[in-house]
């Protein structure tokens, strides 16, 4: 049977998510140390640099300058008598005064008058300006700011799915899927046979640590936990052929914050044991690729079971089994997505028994469809941010 996440402790395990290696022993730059230059270093020029001429420098003539107000030798009058000089004199006198006062007073009223039109138009070409110039800054300047405005990123899948976050140092308690079976023929002991009692895995971890950046860019991420699970069982009377019995456990997942891709365990269908090299998984988001590797190493500590009783059920066995794994995470120095995870559940005899179709080349979503095409809400799951629990 190849079930990918049947991590079978006294059998060895098959892996949850499993890839092959793709051979990329290089490391990936991710592209992301670039900055981004909008394009508007040169400096605007709005028209307006050139001072406004209105036309206005001269002084106004009123058209009156070279009047001559002398009438002199304007009326030469023929000789008369005294009075009749005199009473023209007066008459040329008060025609003089009268003449003189209108033409002050229609002067003063096409002063008046062309002040007040010169005054309107210069405050009216002035707004006119004004208004303009401001214009055409106010779409310049929006302009600008739409073409620099880069597109928002995508939402991250984690936060759009609404993951709630477990502390990994706090440990885990997951139920564990018991199986015994006959020796010679593998098949399995039914509870008439094998009783065992509730069986769980107690999953701690190590410290979590991240080496400094090689000259590529890139750090190792270590992540190191340990399975440690007792099992208790009764073997009745009627069971007369040797037999073995163990307890399957639930692995670690991985995943990518921001696109909730699955990254390839290293599970080698080929010789079915982990990969002796780091396999690659490429996640891009935002238009940018990063590349992860991982290389996984075990060390499992075969049940040993001590008699403890017989009773009238049959004799009764304990046993503690240990599995220790370590994950070795290749990444960019600056990428922060790893992300842990665990179904709630643990293993379930459902899950021992559904058929996978996984081969090592596919690429799932950690929500599902998995291999064996279940899906998960997040709520079922444990999640864990690697990079908020690093020491």
Known sequence: ?????NNQQGYGNSG????????????YNNGYD???????????????NNGYNGNYGDDYSNGYNNYDPNYDNYYQPKRKTGLTVAIISIIAVIITAVTILIIVLSKGEKKEGTTDASGTATAASTEAISTDAAS????????ITEATTEAPAPTPFAEANGYSWSDP??????TSYPYA????????????????????GNYTFDNITKSVP?????????VPYTITTHIRLTAKETVTASYNATAYNRLLNYSDYYTGTQINQGWDYN????????VYTDITYNNQTVRIGVLVTEEYNYPEYSFVEQNDAGWVYDSTTERKTTINFYIPADYDGLVLSIPKEGYTEAWFNADSTADGTQTYNILGPDECGWTYTPDQLYFFKVNDYIR
């Not at 670039?34 to 605007?44: M, P």
């Not at 010789?271 to 780091?278: L, R």
Request: proline share 0%; charged share 20%.
């Open 16 to 27: 949850y998510d499993n890839s092959y290696n793709d051979g990329y022993d290089n490391s």
């Open 271 to 278: 010789t079915g044991n982990w990969a002796t090299d780091y």
């Open 169 to 174: 140092y706090a440990g885990l308690q997951l």
């Open 181 to 200: 079976a006959y020796d010679a023929t593998g098949t399995k002991l039914t509870d008439d046979e094998i009783v065992f009692d509730n069986i769980t």
């Open 136 to 143: 055409t800054e106010s779409t310049t300047t929006e302009a």
């Open 34 to 48: 670039n900055s981004y230059n909008g394009g508007y270093d040169n400096s605007y020029n709005d028209g307006y």
């Open 1 to 5: 049977m190849d079930n990918n996440n």
């Open 214 to 222: 090689d000259a590529n860019g890139y750090v190792t991420v270590t």
